[in-house]
């Protein structure tokens, strides 16, 4: 059934998934990083404390997010502001590095250049040794995606999220858009990109906004 179909026929009050993404972060090097992750920058508790005065009048039902440094301290932050509950979910995760975890992208590149090369040709299933393709976290985060939006119906939930489940959750509203291909909508840190839901229908509504 197509977006049209479901506003002619009356669709029900829409469910809205807020994404945003945690940092920035303590990274002066530019490493490759994943869970447990690393903390907040000044500058992104500033940021998430300006978030929290611009979501103050409308709060969501419940914060989720992964149980990584940044996302977890950025999600204590906004629930203990808005009077929320929040939930730590290991699924929402950044995706695993593997071998590459705390390496900037130049000494991969020297280190491993034809895994590199495989990296570019198939973005999607391409995994670093012992780490997780875009594909894997899709598997693990969509079913919960999935299960936040149909527990939270009718109502709006945050997801303090991370470059690769965001854009699972991208995808998860936006089912023609290749997973490869989610870079393309750029997620700023601390901003909100709305998804909204009649049912399993999903609608872009905002993005950066």
């Excluded at 990584?68 to 808005?82: D, I, V």
């Excluded at 598997?139 to 939930?157: F, I, M, S, Y």
């Excluded at 901003?191 to 009649?198: A, S, V, W």
């Amino acid at each position: 059934m197509g977006m049209l179909a479901r506003f002619l026929d009356g669709a029900p009050p829409p469910t809205r998934l807020w994404l945003t993404r945690a940092g920035p972060v303590e990274n002066p090097h530019g490493v490759l990083y994943s869970h447990p992750g690393l903390p907040l920058a000044p500058e992104g508790l500033r940021a998430f404390e300006a978030l929290a005065e611009r979501l103050a009048e409308h709060a969501p039902a419940h914060v989720y997010a992964p149980d990584s440094r940044a996302e977890a301290e950025a999600a204590r932050l906004l629930a203990e502001r808005l009077g929320a509950p929040y939930t730590l979910e290991p699924a929402l995760r950044e995706r695993a590095w593997g071998a590459w975890e705390g390496l900037d992208f130049a000494t991969v590149r020297r280190r491993w250049p034809e895994l590199v090369e495989r990296w570019k040709r198939d973005e999607a299933g391409f995994a670093p040794p012992g780490g997780e393709s875009l594909e894997d976290v899709r598997r693990r985060a969509r079913p919960l995606l999935e299960e936040l939006r149909d527990r939270h119906a009718g109502e709006a939930v945050l997801i303090v999220g991370n470059c690769t489940v965001n854009r699972v959750a991208l995808q998860l509203a936006l089912p023609f858009l290749p997973l490869a291909q989610g870079l393309r909508f750029e997620q700023n840190y601390a901003e909100l990109t709305e998804l909204r839901f009649y049912g399993a229908d999903g609608v872009l509504a905002r993005l950066n906004g």
